[in-house]
């Protein structure tokens, strides 16, 4: 039971390491693929495989072969990515708090208003370069091409995801017809029929996209509350490993290593075979 806490960190971790792999050959994968949505998404997989990989070695190096320093950094990159998490956490209940769907009489489906969502969002979608992503990313996807074969009575009883209703159609406010111009949404003077322009530069789809981001982030939210909960766990069995492995340490300058109940530090016979040495020569 003396070493119990070390086993359980080294399996947790060898566990944490294997699965890092997949994570990496993820990343590795969408940067080679051509398609825009995926190439995206590279980068974050990357970072989290890579920083998963060093802590997990770290922490197996560490418990298994009673390495002080490696359990030492294991804990300190531990703590800095539980307070990462917590910050991120915090951050993402924030920025989503704000937004939602409109209801739209007489429809099933919600409409979406860019000024509904909050600042730092809209800032960040209303960023030219960001937006030429997202709006290839839409096209790749043929999210509205699933929608040319509706029938009128089809979006009179539909539901349509946050994209298809801000982007594949003009708000349903806007009115063709009228013979006098009377002022309406700005978005129904963006609208085009054309298959590759539809309202992808409307507000309402970039209200869309970020309501699709705001459902996502707030899962992701509720994820790392989970996974905050589960590092604290594995960080305190990590402390109580570190505390082990400095009691395995033998207390070198008195020669013997005085903890018989306990195998010595991986260290130990090296430096016995040097001091041996020593004492030969002198």
């Known amino acids: ?58 922490g197996f190096i560490g418990a298994c072969f009673h390495v002080a320093w490696a359990l030492w950094v294991y804990l300190v990159v531990m703590l800095l990515l539980i307070a990462t998490l917590m910050g991120l956490t915090i951050f993402g209940f924030v920025v989503t708090s704000q937004g ?42 043929k999210t509205c091409a699933k929608l040319a074969s509706w029938t009128p009575l089809d979006y009179l ?35 085009n029929n ?14 869309g996209v970020l309501e699709d981001v705001r ?10 509350i989970v996974m905050v909960v589960l590092l604290i766990g594995i960080y305190s069995t990590g402390c109580c490993a570190f505390q082990n492995t400095r009691r395995a340490e033998t207390d070198y300058p008195y020669g013997e290593n005085r903890m018989t109940k306990v195998r010595p530090r991986w260290d130990y016979y090296w430096w016995r075979w040097w001091q041996d040495k020593r004492e030969q020569l002198y």
Do not use: H
């Open 100 to 141: 939602g769907g409109v209801e739209v009489p007489g429809r099933v489906y919600k409409e979406y208003r860019l000024e509904d969502y909050s600042p730092w969002l809209r800032n960040r979608i209303k960023d030219p370069d960001y937006w030429r992503t997202i709006r290839s990313c839409i096209l790749g996807s």
């Open 1 to 58: 039971m003396y070493r119990f806490s070390n086993t359980v960190i080294g399996f947790l971790n060898l566990f944490t390491l294997l699965a890092s792999i997949p994570i990496i050959g993820g990343g590795l994968w969408m940067a080679r693929s051509s398609t825009t949505c995926e190439g995206f998404l590279q980068t974050p997989l990357l970072v989290v495989g890579f920083v998963v990989l060093i802590i997990s070695l770290a």
């Open 194 to 207: 054309a298959p590759t322009l539809l309202c992808y530069e409307c507000d309402s789809c970039k209200a």
């Open 215 to 224: 459902r996502d982030w707030r899962k992701l939210s509720v994820l790392n």
């Open 157 to 191: 009883e539909k539901d349509m995801s946050p994209i298809q209703s801000g982007c594949c159609k003009p708000p349903t406010s806007c009115n063709y017809n009228m013979a006098t111009a009377v002022p309406q949404d700005p978005d129904c003077y963006r609208w």
